[in-house]
């Protein structure tokens, strides 16, 4: 019997996140991927706490991007970039663990319009703390075999 599909994506996502140097220096986690789909997590330390106690805006923001870019990833090929986002904070990242959840919009020929909620997770509740919006775009096919 075969894997299914997220679990293949999953597996391969996992693969690209571990060389990420900055992911896997905050201890980022690919929770799943699927067509069209991306849940990225990461626990909140004190390394990533800004001077008021919150998760920095920069983890939450990066968390975002990545979650984006997985999520277009799926509908494109995994040989894309971020070429613009958004992202509006809520409120403050306050919590054990921030969780993002990103979703394809809408997919054309080369990029991918994609959709992001980022939640701070207290006492097992996860509360909104930012919104993102992203355009991902397929690397060239030269740029992508250099990436690979």
Same mark, same amino acid.
């Given at each position: 019997?075969?894997?299914?599909?997220?679990?293949?994506?999953?597996?391969?996502?996992? $693969?690209?996140?571990?060389?990420?140097?900055?992911?896997?220096?905050?201890?980022?986690?690919?929770?799943?991927? $699927?067509?069209?789909?991306?849940?990225?997590?990461?626990?909140?330390?004190?390394?990533?706490?800004?001077?008021?106690?919150?998760?920095?805006?920069?983890?939450?923001?990066?968390?975002?991007?990545?979650?984006?870019?997985?999520?277009?990833?799926?509908?494109?090929?995994?040989?894309?970039?971020?070429?613009?986002?958004?992202?509006?904070?809520? *409120?403050?990242?306050?919590?054990? *663990?921030?969780?993002?959840?990103?979703?394809?919009?809408?997919?054309?020929?080369?990029?991918?319009?994609? *959709?992001?909620?980022?939640?701070?997770?207290? #006492? #097992? $509740?996860?509360?909104?703390?930012?919104?993102?919006?992203?355009?991902?775009? %397929?690397?060239?096919?030269? $740029?992508? %075999?250099?990436?690979?």
């Amino acid at each position: 019997m075969s894997e299914p599909a997220g679990g293949v994506l999953l597996t391969k996502g996992r $693969e690209i996140l571990a060389r990420q140097p900055f992911s896997v220096l905050i201890g980022a986690e690919l929770f799943a991927l $699927e067509p069209g789909l991306c849940e990225l997590q990461v626990a909140v330390t004190d390394k990533i706490k800004q001077q008021n106690g919150f998760a920095h805006g920069g983890v939450v923001s990066y968390l975002a991007d990545n979650a984006l870019t997985y999520a277009g990833g799926t509908a494109l090929g995994f040989a894309v970039v971020t070429s613009e986002y958004k992202i509006n904070y809520v *409120r403050p990242a306050v919590g054990d *663990r921030l969780i993002a959840r990103a979703q394809v919009v809408h997919v054309g020929k080369s990029q991918a319009v994609c *959709r992001c909620d980022v939640f701070a997770v207290v #006492g #097992g $509740e996860g509360k909104l703390c930012a919104i993102a919006q992203g355009t991902i775009a %397929r690397l060239p096919e030269q $740029e992508s %075999r250099s990436a690979a």
